[in-house]
């Protein structure tokens, strides 16, 4: 799986991001003596005693401020990725409708350029291979003049819409992992 691939944007996964509350709603009371996580609100309070080990005291907020931090970055950089590569591949998508009058969806045209970078892989940059990518580009998209596709292709074959964003977002999880673990 390619990390454009790993990113593919969902409804459920952008709300998330989106809600300012996702990460409280991860808040539990972490018992400072046995360790014992709960979500129990009974617990804020001092003398409350903790249901594993009876002791009572103040616990600690489960993640803590650290992973709080880190999961809010998480979502604001989750969104900015999203926004991103919806920009981009409207880019193509214009692109390719300036060429061939064809509107094509956004996941259509992730399909074609997926399909095109597999065939470059395997034919390489030789004449015979951008022969292949015209003969795939014209089927694909439905064009019979393969001439006009020399603008097109490139952009098919080295489109990705992985975005910076998303590496942040893949370096942000691994530190709060490693912070939670
Ligand atoms: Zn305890």
Do not use: W
Not at 123 to 138: A, F, N, P, R
Not at 153 to 162: G, R
């Amino acid at each position: 799986m390619s990390l454009a691939e790993a990113f593919v944007d969902t409804n459920e996964r952008i709300s998330l991001a989106s809600n300012a509350q996702f990460p409280s709603v991860f808040s539990y009371e972490e018992c400072d003596s046995c360790g014992l996580v709960v979500n129990d609100i009974r617990l804020v309070r001092v003398k409350e005693q903790c249901p594993n080990c009876g002791a009572t005291g103040p616990r600690s907020l489960y993640p803590d401020v650290v992973s709080m931090t880190l999961l809010k970055a998480i979502g604001h950089f989750y969104r900015g990725a999203h926004v991103a590569s919806e920009r981009q591949i409207m880019r193509l998508q214009s692109a390719v409708e300036d060429l061939t009058g064809k509107r094509l969806g956004a996941r259509a045209l992730r399909g074609v350029a997926s399909q095109l970078r597999r065939v470059y892989t395997r034919h390489g940059g030789s004449q015979q291979g951008y022969e292949k990518l015209v003969e795939h580009t014209c089927n694909m998209l439905g064009v019979d003049d393969g001439s006009a596709l020399q603008k097109i292709i490139p952009k098919l074959v080295f489109f990705t819409d992985a975005q910076p964003e998303h590496i942040t977002v893949l370096l942000h999880t691994c530190t709060l992992v490693e912070h939670l673990l």
